[in-house]
């Protein structure tokens, strides 16, 4: 089994300042890593994802991800925020398996000040 | 390409009624999704099926709760009846198929008051 921790629920920060929203996970097997984002009155969209091989993943708009197998982390990252990054994250985890389901974290929500 | 549809955006029922929310996923994903997200959560995942066989329906409350995918397209879920607890964002997603590294597409949700 699966499961995910993301430590923040709420994370205020001015625009252009660097932002991180940590993820913790923990499994028994080997799992993919993901980040969706929602913006307001939207569903889910995939942000990035770490399947193998590199551990530092991008996404088109500037966030990135780094996969830390020892501290079984995969925190999210940007140096310079904009208005329109607004938005709830979810960090999620699955196992190879395609029996796994994804699991969800709670969330962070990213409130950006101008 | 279409994304997920689902409707309808908004319900607003009272406890022991009825309600269903249909879905349409993207033309030719096989594998369907269907989440409950509770307020201030993560979407938790009721039921996933591949074309128009359940897969997983282990944390579907089969009491009141149920699903269908009868052609392997669109899909609805039932409640009946609703408690106050249903409340939440019911979302719909797709895959082309069940491989974990597969993304999932989420439609925009259905939000669910139930007074």
């Known amino acids: 089994a699966q499961s995910v921790t993301q430590l923040d629920s709420q994370v205020p920060v001015f625009e252009e300042a660097p932002v991180e929203l940590r993820c913790n996970y923990s499994?028994?097997?080997?799992?993919?890593l993901f980040w969706y984002v929602q913006y307001p009155n939207q569903g889910l969209q995939l942000l990035l994802k770490?399947?193998?091989?590199?551990?530092l993943v991008e996404s088109i708009n500037g966030f990135e991800a780094e996969f830390n197998k020892s501290q079984t982390s995969f925190h999210l990252r940007k140096p310079s925020v904009h208005i329109s990054d607004t938005a709830e994250y979810f960090c999620?985890?699955?196992?190879?398996?395609?029996?796994?389901?994804?699991?969800f974290g709670s969330g962070t929500r990213l409130s950006i000040r101008p | 390409e279409a994304g997920v549809a689902q409707s309808p955006r908004y319900k607003i029922i009272e406890k022991r009624q009825s309600v269903a929310f249909w879905c349409n996923p993207i033309?030719?994903?096989?594998?369907l999704y269907w989440y409950q997200q509770i307020l201030g959560q993560g979407p938790k995942l009721l039921i996933q099926?591949?074309?128009?066989?359940?897969?997983?329906d282990s944390q579907l409350p089969k009491d009141r709760f149920s699903a269908e995918r009868l052609k392997g397209v669109d899909s609805t879920l039932k409640i009946q009846p609703a408690k106050l607890e249903d409340s939440a964002v019911y979302l719909c997603?797709?895959?082309?198929?069940?491989?974990?590294?597969?993304?999932?597409?989420f439609g925009p949700g259905t939000r669910l008051t139930v007074l």
């Open positions: 997603a797709s895959s082309l198929d069940r491989q974990g590294a597969n993304e999932q597409f």
């Open positions: 499994s028994s097997v080997s799992v993919y």
């Open positions: 770490y399947l193998s091989g590199s551990t």
């Open positions: 999620a985890v699955r196992g190879y398996s395609s029996a796994s389901k994804i699991i």
């Open positions: 033309s030719g994903h096989a594998t």
């Open positions: 099926f591949q074309n128009n066989g359940v897969v997983d």
